[in-house]
Structures are given as C-alpha cells and as structure tokens.
C-alpha cells in the first residue's frame, strides 16, 4: 500500500507539520509493517528521543503512533507505538468496551529516524489472531508548548476519537 495522508483534526491544527502521511503492510499472516513520515519544523514538536523498547501505557498523553484493526464483530486491537520506543496494545470488545492488555508474540521493533525536516517512525509487529474488516491510522502529535494535535486517515466525530468506528476504512492490504 503507498502512503496516505493523515489529516490534523480540524479543532487540533499543527502548523508546525507540512505534511504527514502513513502507510500499512502486511509482511506476514500475522505480521504487519507501518510507517509514519512527519515533514515540517521537527524542532517545534516533543518527540521523545529514542531509547530502549518497553511496554508502556497512556502513551497518547504525548507524542505517539497508533495503528486500529477492526474484526467484523467489532471488536478491534489498538497498537501504540511511541518515538521513544516504548510501545503498547490493547484489545477491546467493542467500542471501548472491555480494554485488555493485548499479548503480542514478541515485542515490535520500532525505529525512528530523523533526516533534516523529516521524522519517520516505523513499526514491525505480529500481533494475536484477528480477521481485519478495517483499520485505521492515527497520531497524537504534541507541539513544544505541550498542545496535543490529533491526526488521522479520517476523523468521524465532533471531538477527536479513534475509536469510532466511521474513522476506520476497509483492508486492503
């Protein structure tokens, strides 16, 4: 899948990013690839410098990548992949419904890159059994002042919210 653009909720705006983009690929039955490319003025963003791989949660209180993967049911599976490294997943039953610590096979390997005005993320992952109907791409993104912009493939609601399920588009990886 090429990369596509992931758009600032409209009461969240980042001037400080030109152009954010995000792209999924399956590298396995169970196994997926993802990355996230931020072009702008890197040094007017809090991204945490990289360090070592840790199960961390609350992630979203500051500058994280999200990855959404929607069953049929409508239970889905949240993937948060920080630019410290640290990462977290969840499981939920339906729209947050019953949150559970989601068992990962092995940890995801994230790495982070900075070239010039561009900041890459990239996150590989097995992850337990589901049948993807959807998924979705997201982003918080905390600016120096500490303000939160939130970004995604498509947003749904008045307010910014992830988990809504119109925010989702179909598989086609």
Known sequence: MSAQPLVAHP???CAAIRRFSAELQRS???AL?????????LSAL???PAGAPQRAD???????CELFLMAESGAYQEFNFAPSAAWAAYGFEAYRQGMQPLALPAPPRITVQFHGDRWTLQAELEFPALTAQCYSLTAVIEDGQGAL?????????ERPDFHHANSFVSVDI
């Open 46 to 48: 809090r991204l945490a």
């Open 149 to 157: 912009s939130y970004w995604a493939l498509q947003h749904a609601a």
């Open 28 to 30: 396995g039955p169970h």
């Open 33 to 41: 690839q993802v990355r996230y490319d931020i072009h702008g003025d």
């Open 58 to 64: 609350e992630l979203w209180r500051h500058s994280c």
């Open 11 to 13: 009461a969240t705006p």
